[in-house]
């Protein structure tokens, strides 16, 4: 079982940066594949971001350049640099572990707004 616990979310201006961290609890953290997804009401939840056991990573085009995902498997954390922010990232955003199942954190509310 993996229980994460994800912080950083909040209300920036357009333009602004945001850091979520994402904290896990088990012992697969460093063989599993992480991302960040969101989730706006009445949309589908999207991947922002992932990041492999070996340190490739992946990123919407939306985000592209102004996000950056890393990964410290020594603290088993993972964490999502969120720069030049717009409104339309607003959403609630979530951390995901996967490795043969998946988990999801609870979730943190990003809000970009002037």
């Known amino acids: 079982q993996v229980q994460l616990v994800e912080s950083g979310g909040g209300l920036v201006q357009p333009g602004g940066s945001l850091r979520l961290s994402c904290a896990a609890s088990?012992?697969?953290?460093?063989?599993?594949?992480l991302g960040w997804y969101r989730q706006v009401p009445g949309k589908q939840r999207e991947l922002v971001a992932g990041?492999?056991?070996?340190?490739?990573?992946n990123y919407a085009d939306s985000v592209k350049g102004r996000f950056t995902i890393s990964r410290d498997n020594t603290k088993n954390t993972v964490t999502l640099q969120m720069n030049d922010l717009k409104p339309e990232d607003t959403a609630v955003y979530y951390c995901?572990?996967?490795?043969?199942?998946?988990?999801w954190g609870q979730g943190t509310q990003v809000t970009v707004s002037s």
């Open positions: 995901n572990v996967r490795h043969q199942i998946q988990f």
């Open positions: 088990g012992d697969i953290f460093s063989i599993s594949t």
């Open positions: 990041i492999t056991s070996s340190g490739t990573t």
